[in-house]
């Protein structure tokens, strides 16, 4: 048994006939619980641990569950679920006893006696799915789901409380089997505290008050903001939409909270790839990208913990995982609805605005900042940003921050930033040593090929040396972690291109260094979209980079690797992606038309031969006809277009599986509803 969660399991039977103590209790915790979103998780932590409420335990767990996802330590992981098994203990015995007190006298009261424990142990459901999947054990992972489906379950009924306070509810549609309805409801606890899962879906039965005022927020003039950097930027306001009125602390907890949770829940299932969208089937998840999206915005606006989270999911949402997204909407089509499906971008910068005037010492909002000036093509103002300012209080922020450095670095191709920074993550992290090293190893090349042109014979020879002692360190660590039992996807990626590698290399007589074929540097670039960050000069280095002039095995060698068609097809997809950004739509498909698309998909299959090729090549073709839809100003031609760009989607998503297809996956996801969301738009059904 965990020592961490012994406290969380004393003095269960709190004081739940004293509504006051449950206030004091639950603000206490909520302000120590902001110092987590404030880069002082230690603070937090030293602070909740004291307390001995539902809400102290909850904090307490959420500071060591930022830690497992920001670090990736499977050690951290390991007590983050003691914590968070602890937490649901303490939550399922107040829960009972505050169904036992009834109602609070005072607040909404439109929620049922024990909601707010309710939804901790929802949240702490979702925090150990999380775990569970980035947890080594497939038995784990394939609990998450059943976590999952609880919270679910729980959070569904809690927001339908709220639509039938408002009148949106659907009659039938709630249901729970956590007990938010009151009595005679089933629990997943049996009698001996075992967890078991209980397939009822009861439906709820809360006694709402027929009077609950209402208020509507005002709409404010809210001031644009140009592409300009500034130094201060607006705050957000609530949204103007109804909203119930509420002035207990515990209300707007539980409202903050449910929207926040099943906002990302709703979100998450959207964007999960194909192969995932089928295991979650099997136990009845569904998401809604509209809904999810909506109650993040919701909750975001709540001045607190909750709040935090929602935002730090919006942005992550929109900065990151849109941000390798290439169908998204243009510029010129996007309204209310594509907010949904494309970055709203003065609404996340008011958002950002107002996350770091909350927490003006965290740099997990630094970082934020940093995406977002990538995103506009301003990379090195976000290399500035994520190279000034203070050092982080914590570790895994500290790796958080070299990581995304050596991405930057990689994209702007200033190679010794990466192979700095990805080096600093080897010390700071243990999500994928492999991979760090792999890509200072892909950085050093880079520089070996700059010195070999420059004619430095001196620094040429330290590159080269340096190069191959970290491309021979990678596979000696391969495997240090996994992902519900299998390697890491980009882990598997790196060993065939090591094997593919050093079997040239031996065909050819030479060094393994001098046998790599196209840039690797920018074939990794690909992958996290980096061309769509680069301006106009960066675009331009990248074709340089992608010369097969840069390798260093002479014209035999090059033409062999010519010869290669996967080898060849990397090159074309890389560069097609390079001219798609420079707006060079005919190059690019010209490259995917000439070395991809002609050849069967039996010629990119081996053990060492790179089988994303023409999965990729296919996207890129509908990445680029979305483009052309963008660019024509004639709707049939658009149209044509359209349906070309879902064409090529709707193929690439029923692939079979590929080394990194969840990547390529998760931009065919987003895709297709972006398309969906033009359709409806333009009336094209």
Known sequence: MSKLGGWLRANVKSDHANPEKERRDLVEALDYAQLIMNDDIDAAYEALRKGGSSFHSLGAAVAFFMRSVLGMEKSIMAETTDMLNACENKAFEDAKLAERRGKRAEGNGMYPAGTEYELIRAEVWLMGAVVGVLHESLVEAMKSFYK???????????????????????????????????????????????????????????????????????????????GEAQTSLPVMKPPAETELLMT???????????????????????????????????????????????????????????????????????????????????????????????????????????MRERYPDSRLWQIEDSRRLSIERRMCEAMKLLTTGKAPKIRQVAAFIDFELALVGMYVQDWPVMRDAFLKAVDTNDWSPALYWFMAGCACIEMYRDARRNGDENESRR??????????????????????????????????????????????????????????????????NGTKRMNETELANAVDTLSWERCTCGDKGVELMKSELDEMGTWAVCMSSVKRQQGDYVAARGHLNEHVLLHDRAVFKGPTKNDFVLPAAEYEVGAIAWEECGAAQDDTVRKERLEECAAQLEKVKNWEAFTLDMRIGLKVQSGLETLKWFRAKKGWH
């Open 148 to 226: 999952l489906r609880k919270a679910f379950l729980t959070l569904d009924g809690i927001i339908q409380i709220e639509k039938g306070v408002i009148g949106e509810a659907t009659p039938g549609e709630a249901f729970s089997d956590q007990g938010t309805s009151g009595e005679n409801t089933p629990r997943d606890k049996d009698d001996s505290g075992s967890e078991v899962f209980v397939d009822a879906k009861e439906t709820l039965t809360p006694v709402v008050e027929e009077k609950k005022e209402l208020i509507t927020a005002e709409t404010t003039p809210e001031p644009s903001i140009s």
């Open 248 to 354: 207990d602390p515990v209300d707007v907890f539980i409202h903050s909270g449910a929207n926040m949770c099943f906002g990302i829940l709703m979100l998450m299932l959207t964007l999960v790839p194909p192969s995932f969208s089928r295991i979650l089937s099997v136990v009845g998840f569904r998401g809604d990208r509209s809904q999810g999206v909506s109650m993040l915005w919701r909750s975001s606006t709540h001045d607190n913990i909750n709040g935090a989270v929602a935002g730090m999911a919006l942005l992550g949402y929109y900065q990151s995982l849109l941000g390798i997204v290439d169908v998204l909407p243009h510029e010129r089509d996007y309204d209310e609805a594509a907010e949904t499906v494309g970055p709203p971008r003065e609404k996340c910068a008011r958002l950002l605005a107002t």
């Open 463 to 528: 590159q080269k040396a340096a190069a191959d002692k970290y491309l021979k360190k990678a596979p000696t660590v391969v495997g240090k972690k996994k992902l519900m039992a299998g390697k890491l996807p980009f882990e598997v990626f790196l060993q065939k291109r090591l094997q593919r590698w050093e079997e040239r290399a031996a065909q050819l007589g030479v060094d393994v260094v001098d046998a790599v074929g196209i840039s690797p540097a920018m074939e990794l670039t690909y992958f996290w």
